[in-house]
């Protein structure tokens, strides 16, 4: 199924609030049992892939590996980014599937420590490229990089023209008068996108100064969405002109949707040095049924059919330098040449701290 909107994917806060919820599919699995598939891989067995709710390949992909290979693809997705991981932690004595795709780095180290995760090492072509994304400190390769991308303010550039204001340029712009009541972003709590800006800023400034950088924020009139389509559809002008902040947290990947019918420029842009890096991805899960189906199709994930796919169908950029990016992904949506430095494991030491912080700051 190809999107024609950057991704809407939905994560995390607190794991109280994940563990409650539910367990939903796609496909044609009920998502109740598991695999089904011998042990062996072999033509007419069931691989079971565990995804977010976000996952969609354009149609016919995952046809083409279950031609090639024999093998029927069974989908299961318990919900968002973060929801994945907590349900992967929950079910790890009696595992939901084989593999498991859409880990990010946000939640990367979560996965290995609950040792949901068994190692593999793919031989596929574009395996070089997706060990320049790995999980520092993941010796074991429990887990494979296999799409990435940054979290970014965009600004709507015809609000600021008409105006005559510069566009701001850095995340401390953001804290001027000039730029008062501009900017929505969305809830970590709530929202993935709204979890990495938030751990990008803590990157950024430091564990006690990103809480001074919130204030600043709040008192300059920052507005917090629960999520991403709210924040971009409703209170950004940028996308269909009507809402009233010119400044919302999105992707690197958006303004090429925002390119008028017949034109040849989006009307927004990313401000790249706002941006905050995340990486998708996939493992074999510990206690998998199906361990050599799951390794194949991990294999496949990283053939060029799939990355070739990536972004149009998860507006994500592949891991593979094998494959070319659309021609407006070229011009329109480079990724950050300085994306904010942050380490899954002090993600893991200090993500519900942080969101506790920024709650009692920002919302009250």
């Known amino acids: 199924m190809a999107r024609t909107t950057p991704r809407t994917r939905?994560?995390?806060?607190?794991?109280?609030?994940?563990?409650?919820?539910?367990?939903?599919?796609?496909?044609a699995n009920d998502g109740s049992d598991g695999a089904t598939g011998d042990a062996t891989g072999a033509a007419g067995a069931t691989v079971t892939l565990v995804t977010h709710d976000s996952f969609a390949l354009s149609d016919g992909i995952l046809a083409q590996f279950e031609e090639e290979t024999g093998l029927t693809v069974k989908q299961v997705a318990p919900g968002d980014g973060g929801a994945l991981v907590n349900q992967l932690v929950?079910?790890?004595?009696?595992?939901?599937?084989?593999?498991?795709?859409?880990?990010?780095?946000?939640?990367?180290?979560?996965?290995?420590?609950?040792?949901?995760l068994q190692p593999y090492s793919s031989?596929?072509?574009?395996?070089?490229?997706?060990?320049?994304?790995?999980?520092?400190?993941?010796?074991?390769?429990?887990?494979?990089?296999?799409?990435?991308?940054?979290?970014c303010l965009n600004v709507d550039h015809a609000w600021f023209?008409?105006?005559g204001v510069p566009e701001p340029v850095t995340l401390e712009d953001l804290t001027r008068p000039e730029y008062k009541d501009l900017l929505v972003v969305t809830n970590p709590a709530t929202s993935s996108p709204g979890l990495a800006f938030l751990v990008g800023t803590a990157a950024r400034f430091g564990s006690v100064q990103y809480k001074d950088y919130w204030a600043k924020l709040r008192d300059n009139g920052v507005k917090v969405a629960e999520g991403w389509s709210d924040a971009y559809y409703t209170d950004f002008s940028g996308a269909d002109g009507k809402g009233p902040r010119p400044i919302v947290l999105s992707y690197a990947s958006s303004p090429p949707s925002t390119v008028p019918e017949g034109a040849d420029e989006p009307t927004t842009g990313a401000l790249l040095e706002t941006c905050t890096r995340q990486v998708e991805y996939a493992g074999v899960l510990a206690g998998a049924e199906n361990v050599e189906g799951a390794q194949r199709l991990l294999d496949f994930l990283l053939s060029d059919a799939v990355q070739a796919d990536i972004p149009g169908s998860m507006y994500m950029y592949p891991v593979s330098s094998a494959v070319d990016l659309p021609e407006?992904?070229?011009r329109w949506a480079p990724?950050?040449?300085?994306?904010?430095?942050?380490?899954?494991?002090?993600i893991e030491a200090n993500r519900e701290t942080w969101i506790a912080e920024w709650t009692e700051i920002v919302i009250g």
């Not at 939905?10 to 796609?26: H, K, M």
């Not at 574009?126 to 520092?136: G, K, L, R, S």
């Not at 990724?335 to 002090?346: E, G």
């Open 90 to 116: 929950l079910t790890k004595e009696n595992p939901l599937g084989d593999l498991v795709y859409g880990i990010d780095t946000t939640f990367a180290s979560r996965a290995i420590d609950e040792g949901v």
């Open 335 to 346: 990724l950050a040449t300085d994306p904010a430095p942050i380490h899954p494991k002090d």
């Open 10 to 27: 939905f994560a995390a806060g607190a794991l109280t609030v994940l563990a409650l919820a539910g367990c939903s599919t796609i496909g």
């Open 161 to 163: 023209a008409e105006r």
């Open 123 to 151: 031989g596929a072509p574009a395996a070089a490229d997706a060990a320049q994304h790995a999980v520092p400190d993941d010796d074991e390769g429990l887990l494979t990089a296999i799409d990435l991308g940054d979290v």
């Open 328 to 330: 407006e992904w070229e």
